[in-house]
Each structure stands twice: as structure tokens, then as C-alpha cells.
């Protein structure tokens, strides 16, 4: 239902809304002279005409309005037309209560009554308007809900007023010295009596107690029917929300009147010395932005305002993470069917590798002492003898390389290797004649 | 300075056990202390121990503890003398950046138009000022280079937005801004602000001589 509800509302907007200026102009001037009486509730085509020249007029408009198309957009909604009369034309309900609207807006008539008296006829809830639920919804219905518009028109003229004098004590910092005491007492002036307003409108609320309480009383009227008591419920809650509503916004506005009036006080004191400075403020402001650079998206102050600093000592507590292992099965490594024979096999290996190196380091080892002793050494006889004893040609070449590395760069003693005169052992085999000799001795 | 008993007595107070501790982490990392929010107990504390605390922080650390006000209202902090950084010297600083001093000077600027009302901003006020100000041609060249653009894309806004989002978030910290609501950049700026104008007081307060000695020098 409600999408439908919105549809219709979307197909009839230009007719329920006033599409321009000059439609609600007129609208409003026609509503305004009937009020007056300077035209009658039922109007001829004369006054139509009449009152369109004049808007006419007022928006100084060249082109005349055609008045048969705005007669036509407000037709529908805006006036109703009788036949066989010389003043067909009346305005609806609809088009009087929007003029209404719009005018307690610019100029709110509420403002003129006053709060007090309109609360003590209006709000107040007698023995009567509880006595059952339908005068209840009546009270509510329709005193509630006027004293409501009207309560909610004042605080909301009062917080516009308060919002425009505020925005406006701002501009007094700009003015010429001379002329801002005289200013400030004006503006002191203003905000008493907009707060005197403010201390009226929260104590004319005072009574809104004895309504809450006086419609808790009627709980026990009305909570043995269903219906009733839903009704009873909706309307006192809306009741208390609409008060406590009330208490915020007027207590906003009192905070923001005092605070005005503290600060304007103290303004009194340093008035000149606060202009200054924020001109000054505004002037540095205004430098910095004139002289300040953008490279490569870098923005740099200009080169004679200094970098400043201030004390920072951050801490931080290192925290070692807590790893919540909880239920984990270890991972075992697959077993597997051990190869003995290879195993064996490469036990033996290893071992033949290690028994030749320990031979090579020990015919290594013999041939060092006896050079350290000053021997010289033949290296063809030994390694005839290093291969009769090992039984294979590895050992006696190894140990070979193995001397010329170790006194190839050794000051104390020479090798010389004869390419000439080749030792040969066996035909596989062909070696230089090596000899070691010892330098010191 | 005066030099009161080292022993600092004061740190044996029922309060202190309660205070100390979370005044001493947030003010050694910049932060500005004001009676607001979740601030408002060690603001009590600063101002019952100001003496103690101040020279406290002067024995040990060799930095000030300051107490100043923006009208009226009061607020605390740590602060270098003249010469000396006392203890807090490599890196127990904290560099004020350019683009901080910017936003900073025009917070203070709000703040002081603001005298009469609630100091809340939020991010349509900021773009205000950007996009529609007397300096909208001069802001426009600082954060897009280019002054003379009619409108810039959606991205170069959102990215002067998240550019502005990091800055205040910083001045959270220091206490110069309150959030209000950090997702729609709605925030209310601190009396602390005020610190910006006293770290940078010879240059305000000789801005005329600043500026005719720049423009002499350009002409």
C-alpha cells in the first residue's frame, strides 16, 4: 500500500505542488486578500485576474501569465468552481492551510500569542478527556496535537533566531573598534531577552508534568480492553516523547545562550588584543597558502618557516604472540625397509675412503719429518715404495699432489720437477722426476 | 626551577597509583591534555599535581610541563626549553609536517571565527573552504597544483579527503581535534589547537615584517 501511495503522490506532483514561483505567489495573495476581506471565500474571475496581474507585477515579470494554464495546474487541488454564479471560485481546504503554512513561517503569527495562555486552554487533560478512549483520541487528536505545532513553531523560531544572532556576533570581530562596543551591548541586550523567552517557554512547560502523570492515571480505565489500551499506549508515548524531546531542544538553546553571553562578556575585556591576533592568524594563514609549494605532490612550506618539533617518546611493549597449538598430531616420518646390503655396501665404502686418506696423510706425514730433518727426498723411490706397500697407484699420486700443494709456496723448501728424464714405473704409468730439498740446511 | 625533595612523595598518592601511569604514556607521546572526554580524570590529576608533575618532568627529563590556555580554557603538555631537549633528544621527537602546519593554522582560524558557537566541523565545512573561500584558487593550487581547473575528478577528491582523514587522525592523538563520528569526518576542534599558534608565535606575530620582506625581495 505504501508503494502505491508513493506512486500516486509521484503521478500527481505538479498538480498537488505548486510548480512555480508564480503559482504559489498567487495562491498566497488570494488566501491573504480572503483573510482581509477584501475579496469574498467564493471569488469571481475578476479577483483571479486580478490578483495574477499583481504577481505579475511583483515579480516584475515583461511576459504576462497566461492565466489559463495556472488555472488549469490549480484546478485539481487549489480551487473548487460552482456553476451559474458570478463568483464561481473557492479556495480548498487544502490550498488555505498550505498558504497558512508558509505564512507562519515567514511571518509566525504564533509569535504574537502568548505560549502561556495558549497552553492553559488548550493542553491541559480534564477528568473528561480520559473518562474514555474515544475523547482521549479527541484531547489528543486535536488540542494535543495543535499545541504541539504551535510549541514546536516557537522553539524553532526561538532556535533560528538564537542560530542568526550567534552567526552574526562572528562579523563583530571584523568591524571597525569604535563601532563594536556599541555592538556587543546591543548583542548582550538580545541574548537576555532571548533568554528571558527561554526561561518563559521551559516554565510554561512546567505543567507538562501533571499531564503525564494525569494520563498514567488513566492506565486503569483502559487496560482491560485490547484495543483500547493499544491506543491508550500509542498516544502516551507519543505524548512523553514529545515532551522529552522538548527538554533537549530547549535546553540546547539555553546552553548556547549562555555560552554566547560567558564569551561575549570576556570579549569585553580583550577585545582589541583577540582582533588583532586573529587578523594576524588570518594574515599567516593567508601567507603560508600564497608561498607554500606543491613538488611532485609534496607540499613544503616556504623555506622561512622552520620546521618545529615536540617531545615523543612512543612505547611499545613487545608482546610474544600466543600460539595456541592445542590438539596437533605430530607428523611422523613414513617408516621404510632398510636396504642392508646397500647400507653394507656403503658402509664398506666410506671406510676404504677413510683408510686411504689416513694412509695418504701418513706417508704425508713421513715425508715431512724426514724433510724436516734435512733430508732431501727423492719423490720416484717413494712413491715406488708408497705402491708396493698400498698395492695401488691412488695413494702414491694422492700423496703427490698432496706435497706439491704443501711446498709449492714454502720458502724452506724447493721442488723441482725434471720433465726431462721421466721415471717410468709400469706402462700405465709415467711420471717426472720430483725431488724436495730442504733450504736451511 | 625550583628543586623540591627528589623523592617525589607525590607519586604515593592514592590518585597517582590511579593516574600516573595513563598521564605518563599519553602525554610523552604528544598528546595534549584538556578537560574533555576520556581525557577529563588525569586533566583533574594535572591540575591537582601541577607543580609536582612539573617538576618531576624537569628533574628527570629535562622538558617542561606546560600549562596554557585558548580562552580561558586550560591544557597541558610537553615542551622543549629554548636550547635544550633535555632527554628527548634523536629520535624522541615528533617533526610537525608541512602539510600538519597547513590543516593546523586553519583549524586555529576556525576555531577563533567559531568564538561565539560549538567548534564542530565536518568534511562539507572543509570543502566549503576548499571549493568556494576567498582562497579556493590558492588551496586548489597547493593540493592539486593546478589552480586554473574549473572541477577536479573523484578521484583527486577522494584522495585529498583520505590525505586530510590521516592528518586529523594525527591531531586526534595529539588532542588538538575530538571525533565526533571519524566516518563522515565529523570532529570538534580542541582548545589545544592552540599549540600550533604557540610553536609558530614570532612567526605570527611578525607576519607583516615576513610578508613586506618577501614581497620587497621579489620585486
Redesign the interface.
Known sequence: MKKDYLENIAQNYDLLVPKDKETLLLLISLAKKIKSGEIEQEFSQHDFETSLFETQNILQRDESIQFENISKRLSQYFYTTIKDTETPYQLTVYARELCDLIENQIEPEYAKLSLRQTFKRTLPLTDNDILNIENFEYWFKIQFTTSKKIINAHIENLQRFVDSQ??E??SV?KVEFENVKDKLEAFLQTLKKVSEKSEDLTETLIFKTDIIKKIQTAEEIFKDNKADWEKYITIQNEVTYFFENIDKRVLAINE?IQ??RI??K??FKELRY?RQ??I?????????????K?EKGK????I??L?????????SLSIIPNVDFGDISPIKPPSFKIDEKFEQEQKVKAELILKKQESIAKWIGKIDKLLQSGKNIDYSQWFNLIYEEEKQYDIPVEVCYGLIEKYSKDENNKITINKNSPYIKKSEIVLWNMKIKPLNF | MEHENKTFEFLNEESSKRYFAELDFAIRQGRHIQEYGKDYKIYKYIASYYKHLENYYYSLFGIYLRKENNDQLFYYFLDFGDDDKGKFTGSRSLEISDKQVIIAILLLNLYKEKFFEDKEIRWRDIENIFENSEQKKLWQTLFFKDGSKRNYSPPEHEKLKEDILKILKGFDKLGWIAWIDKSEIHFEIMPSIDRIAKLYKNEITNIDTISTYINAERN
Open positions: 550567534i552567526s556576533l562572528g570581530l548556547k555560552t554566547a564569551r561575549l570576556s570579549l583577540k591576533y586573529k594576524k592568524l588570518e594574515k599567516f594563514l593567508q601567507y603560508i597558502l600564497e608561498n607554500s606543491n607540499i613544503t612550506l616556504p622561512n618557516i620546521k618545529k618539533h615536540i617531545p615523543f617518546s612512543k612505547q
